[in-house]
């Protein structure tokens, strides 16, 4: 999933379950949610707010900037969500903001 079962959101930072989120059904993701993904998640999110990007704009944006990969699969459980992950296919990355990603990448490889 390129949001990360909604990780890459920022909206299950410092420990959050909105109501009707998949965490407050399941709450490891299956999985997914650990203690160490805090810091990854974390850097993410404040990665794509100080380039005035939404977190979930920048986690599909770049999955759909990689060359290998042929399509983005999207989920939504809201009519915002879904209007928030349509509006990524504008959202554009520059090359400090995809060096951020590359750094935070090196720092947490396996974050989830």
Not at 24 to 34: K, M
Not at 46 to 51: D, F, G, S, V
Not at 80 to 92: D, F, S, Y
Request: net charge neutral; proline share 6%.
């Amino acid at each position: 999933s390129p949001l990360a079962t909604g990780i890459l959101t920022g909206k299950y930072l410092d420990g959050a379950v909105p109501e009707g989120s998949r965490r407050s059904i399941t709450a490891d993701l299956g999985g997914r949610w650990q203690e160490h993904v805090e810091a990854p998640m974390r850097a993410y999110v404040e990665l794509a707010r100080a380039h005035g990007l939404d977190p979930a704009h920048m986690a599909l944006a770049f999955a759909l900037s990689r060359s290998f990969m042929g399509s983005v699969i999207i989920g939504a459980t809201t009519m915002a969500q879904l209007k928030t992950n349509i509006a990524a296919v504008e959202a554009k990355l520059s090359p400090e903001l995809l060096d951020g990603i590359q750094a935070i990448h090196r720092r947490y490889p396996l974050p989830v």
